[in-house]
């Protein structure tokens, strides 16, 4: 069974442009979502999807991120434009289900540079 | 805001000895932690979790402690191996009232083994 993906594992922009990154959840996994951690500080969570539908959305900074999961499929994130303060390190998750004890599988991540 | 950190932000251990890496949290009412392993350009991956209503739980080589008076975590691993080396993370799985649980992570211990 493949597990979560993401890609680009790497990505470096200037300041100002634009980067989406996308995320594979496990098949079958109603719930996504995405977390960061920028350099020297926690992993943090950014928002959660039930299939299409954002639950929460609590952790996104601004409104230059935007997240979407169309067909509650697969997910993207958008950064535009992006800043110096958005490097750092994006991973995407998915459970199966929406519990206190569910276990999330995360992806690699992808290393976003802003120059 | 409530917070999980840890004490130690690197941990070096003779192969085969054993490690503990150390977790503090501040809010109160979490009743649900975990363990994650990081490794060198993957997400993290689940090692270990425990609930509130338990003080101990093992696992294969890993034992988790969870002192509520103190609000402490620790991970104990045994006979570490090389293997083991990594990041290490502790987080706790909190309700965020959208209907949605965030895990909120410490900063990390890494754990580097001497062979």
């Known amino acids: 069974e493949a597990g979560v993906t993401q890609f680009p594992s790497h990505s470096v922009i200037e300041k100002g442009q634009t980067v989406t990154l996308r995320c594979d959840p496990i098949?079958?996994?109603?719930?996504l979502y995405w977390y960061r951690r920028v350099m020297g500080k926690e992993i943090k969570f950014l928002l959660h999807?039930?299939?299409?539908?954002?639950?929460?959305e609590s952790g996104m900074p601004n409104n230059r991120f935007l997240a979407e999961r169309t067909g509650g499929t697969y997910s993207t994130l958008k950064v535009q434009p992006a800043e110096l303060e958005d490097s750092g390190v994006y991973f995407c998750?998915?459970?199966?289900?929406?519990?206190?004890?569910?276990?999330?599988?995360f992806g690699s991540g992808t290393q976003l540079s802003v120059l | 805001g409530e917070s999980v950190g840890l004490h130690l932000p690197t941990l070096s251990v003779q192969e085969g000895d054993n490690s503990i890496i150390n977790c503090a949290y501040s809010?109160?009412?979490?009743?649900?932690f975990i363990w994650y392993k990081q490794e060198s350009g993957k997400g993290p991956q689940f090692i270990i979790d425990i609930r509130s209503n338990m003080d101990k739980r093992q696992g294969q080589r890993v034992t988790v402690l969870l002192n509520k008076t103190v609000k402490h975590l620790s991970l104990q691993i045994a006979a570490t191996q090389p293997g083991d080396s990594a990041v290490y993370f502790c987080a706790e799985n909190s309700h965020s009232g959208a209907g949605s649980y965030q895990l909120t992570f410490g900063k990390g211990t890494k754990l580097s083994v001497i062979p």
């Open positions: 999807f039930v299939k299409e539908s954002k639950q929460d």
């Open positions: 809010n109160s009412a979490s009743d649900y």
């Open positions: 098949s079958g996994h109603d719930n």
């Open positions: 998750a998915s459970s199966a289900h929406r519990a206190t004890n569910e276990k999330l599988f």
